[in-house]
C-alpha cells in the first residue's frame, strides 16, 4: 500500500505561482512512475505532467507546457509540480499519483495504481 500526500494548494491571482508537493511512503519509490492530475467539478479527470522512475524523463500536457514543472526527490520521497505563469483555468483539485509496477512516465490515468487526496488550487483573474 502506498499513501501519497499533496500538500502546497491555495489562492494565487493569475500570473502567479504555486508548489505543489507529494509526500509518498514506501521504500521503493525510486521505482515508481510519478504523475499530477487535476480535476474540476462535473469534469473528467485530467493528465497534467508524468515524471519517470529517476527523473530523467518528464511529460506535460500542452495546456501547460512551459509552465509547470514536474521534479522528484527520491531521497525525500517526494513529488514537486512548480506553477508558474497562473490561469484561471488552471483551477482544480490537483491530484498526485504513483504507477507502482511501471517506472516510465505516462499520462493513462487507468495506469496509475493511488492516489492522493487532493489539494485546491484556485487561481483569481
Known amino acids: 500500500q502506498v499513501q501519497l500526500v499533496e500538500s502546497g494548494g491555495g489562492l494565487v491571482q493569475a500570473g502567479g505561482s504555486l508548489r505543489l508537493s507529494c509526500a509518498a511512503s514506501?521504500?521503493?519509490?525510486?521505482?515508481?512512475?510519478m504523475g499530477w492530475f487535476r480535476q474540476v467539478p462535473g469534469k473528467e479527470r485530467e493528465f497534467v505532467a508524468a515524471i519517470n522512475w529517476q527523473g530523467g524523463s518528464t511529460m506535460y500536457a500542452d495546456s501547460v507546457k512551459g509552465r509547470f514543472t514536474i521534479s522528484r526527490d527520491n531521497a525525500e520521497n517526494l513529488v514537486y509540480l512548480q506553477m508558474n505563469s497562473l490561469k484561471p483555468e488552471d483551477t482544480a483539485v490537483y491530484y498526485c499519483?504513483?504507477?507502482?509496477?511501471?517506472?516510465?512516465?505516462?499520462?493513462?490515468?487507468?495506469?496509475?495504481?493511488?492516489w492522493g487526496q487532493g489539494t485546491q488550487v484556485t487561481v483569481s483573474s
Open positions: 499519483a504513483a504507477d507502482i509496477h511501471w517506472g516510465d512516465a505516462h499520462a493513462r490515468l487507468s495506469g496509475y495504481d493511488f
Open positions: 514506501g521504500r521503493t519509490f525510486s521505482t515508481y512512475g
